[in-house]
C-alpha cells in the first residue's frame, strides 16, 4: 500500500491526525536505556491514538553506527507491531541526483521509512530521485516553524513569497508525481492560510505545535481541507518526555479533534 | 587549528587548490572491498596532491550502520596519516535549532569533520548551532551545480536571484561568524562571477568540474581571490573512478594551477 492510503487508513482507524514525532535525546532520560527502548515505550502508549509516526534522523546520527541501529530497530518495531502506522523519517535531504540516489537507498531502503522530508532549495533534479519512489511519500519544505523561517522562505518574488512559489511548484509536480506533501509550519497560521490557498488538496506535515508553540485552533482553521483532513499535526517534545505520554497525546489528539 | 587555516596551510604545502571527493559506491568497485578499504587506496595515492578530502556521507549512509563505521574509519585515517589535510563531511544538512544541534555532534564529534555544507533554506536558527562550532567550517549552500539549481535559486528578488540573497546574507553573518564558507557550483561560471562579487574574501566549495562538466579555466578566471586563492575545487567520481586516480589528481591540480 502506497503512504498516502496508509495514512488515510490510520487517520480513519485511530480517528486521528495526530503525528508523535520520535527525538530522543540520552541526555533527557534514564541512563542505560537505549534510544530503541526509550522510543518502544512511546510507541506502545501512544500507537491507538496517531496517524504516523516521525522519527528524527539527526537524533539517532548522533550516536553514530549505534544510533543507526537503534533508528533501523524503532521502525521495524512499528512495522511489525503496528503495520497500519505510516513512518515518516524526518530528514530534510537533497543533493545532486546521484547523490540523493544515495538518501533513498537510506531513507527507504535500509530503514523501510514510508515518507521523507525533502529540502527545496536544490530544484527538482535533487528531488526526483525521492519523487521516482512512488509507494513513499515526499514531504517538501515549504513554510518551516523555526524563528529564522523568513530568512528566505518570505524574500518576495514578483509579489510573491519564495514559499507560496515551492508550494506553486510542488502542486505543479505532484500532477505527475502523486506522492507529495508539504511541510507548513504551526508557528505562522497565516502563512498556512496562503499554501493552502495554493495547495488545496496536498496533505501538510505540520510541526510547530507544543514545544514550538504554535496556536492549534488556528491552524487547522486554516490548514484543514474540506473533509476535516489534509493535516498531519506533529509533536514531540511535548509527548515524549511528558510524565505520562499517552494522557498528553489523548489530549492533544481530542483538542484537534474538537476543531475538526 | 580552525579549519580555515589548516586549509590554508595544506594549499600552500601541497600547492594545490584540489579536493577530491570520497563518494565510494560499492556497486562501481572490487566485491568484497569495503568503502573504506576503497578510500584508503584513494587517499594515499593523492594525499599529497590536494588540499582536502570530501567524503559524501550518503554513499556511506546508504550501507547502514556499516558505512557509516566505514565512514568514520575514512576519517580517522586521513587524520591519523595526514593530519595536515582538512576533511569536508558533505552532507547539505540543517533543521531546527535543537535538531541542527544533534547533526553538529553527528558530523563533528562523532566523525570528527573538520568542516560541513549546510542548506540555507530554513535561515540562521537553523545554521547557528553550526557557525558555533568555530573551529570548524560551515559552507553554506548558494549556488549549487547540479542542471535544477535554477528552479529557486535564481528566482529574482527586487532584481537579485535569490541565490545572491544567500550569499549577502552569509557575507554579513561571516563578520560575526568568521567560519563560514560557499557553495558555488562550477557548471555556472556567470554566477560565480556575481557571487564573488559580492562575497569577495569567502572562501568557495566548488563541486561540478569532472563528471558534472563544469569549465575550469573560467571558473578560475570567475572566481580566484586575488591571491590565487579562495577556491577549492571538487571532483570525485572523475578521480576515484580512474583507471589511475593519482594521475587523475595531478593532471586536474596541474590544470588549476596553470590558471592561477
Redesign the interface.
Known sequence: MDFKSKLEKAITKNNSLLCVGL?P?PAKFKKGQSQFQFNKKIINETANLVCCFKP?I??F??????G??DL?KTIEYIKKNYPGLPVIL?A?????????E??T??IF???GADAVTV????????LEPFFNRKDRGIII?CH??????????E????GQP?YI??AQ?VVQWNRKYKNLLLVVGATNPDQMKRVRRVASDLIFLV?GIGA?GGDLETTLKNGLTKNGRGLIISASRSIIYARNPRQEAKKLKDEINKHR
Not at 518551516?144 to 522562505?153: G, I, K, L, R
Open positions: 527525538d535525546d528524527q539527526a537524533y546520527a548522533a550516536n553514530g553506527a549505534s543507526v541501529e533501523k524526518d530534510k535531504r537533497a543533493d545532486i541526483g546521484s547523490t540523493s544515495m538518501y537507498k537510506e531502503d535500509y530503514f529540502n527545496p532549495y536544490m530544484g527538482l533534479d535533487s519544505l518551516t516553524s523555526n524563528p529564522s523561517s523568513a530568512d528566505f522562505q524574500l518576495s518574488i514578483n519564495l512559489k515551492v511548484k510541526p514550538q
